[in-house]
């Protein structure tokens, strides 16, 4: 008789093992899931980023275009900074580590300075000074889009690696749980 409530002992303690794993298990797959999907969001949106860079870069080249109508230009360079302000901010709220932090911060300094230089080359071809304006956009504007892009591509380089260590990391603990049950 005693040898039977040892068993059932046995039995109810490997049953709750294994649904305490179980649930260990679970809820590790929802972190890794949810891991996952901000890593994907972040990329599709430093991607974004990075092509709207790239759209800003062609439309103030194009406003010191000759026979191109500069009023388009302008609201549309004035659009695509927007446009980088709010990515950088959503970036912002995805980051999880403090390098992609500073990172984005940097970027975000490099847009200032192409959004002053931008506003620069719009005096310029106010005044009909359309080769001072090509000089601004086509050497300093380059440098700057050039910094801002590679920020862009460190951050989520960044982001990746953090996001792939933690992926690691719960996968070793789910290993762990497994072997421990």
Known sequence: MQRGWIRISIVVIALATIVFSGLQLQESEQTLAGEQNVERVFTDLSWNLALTLAELRSAQQAYVAAGQDRTYWISTVTTH????????????????????VET??????AITELEQLDEQAREHTDRDQALL????????????????????????????????????????RQLRTLVTA
């Open 81 to 100: 900074l927007e446009t980088l302000r709010q990515s950088l901010d959503n970036l912002g709220g995805l980051v999880a580590n403090a390098e992609t």
């Open 104 to 109: 984005l911060a940097e970027t975000s300094q």
């Open 133 to 172: 304006a090509s000089d601004l956009i086509f050497t300093d504007g380059l440098a700057l889009a050039n910094r801002a892009a590679a920020n862009i591509e460190l951050a989520r380089a960044t982001e990746r690696t953090t996001r792939n260590k933690a992926i690691r990391t719960a996968r070793a």
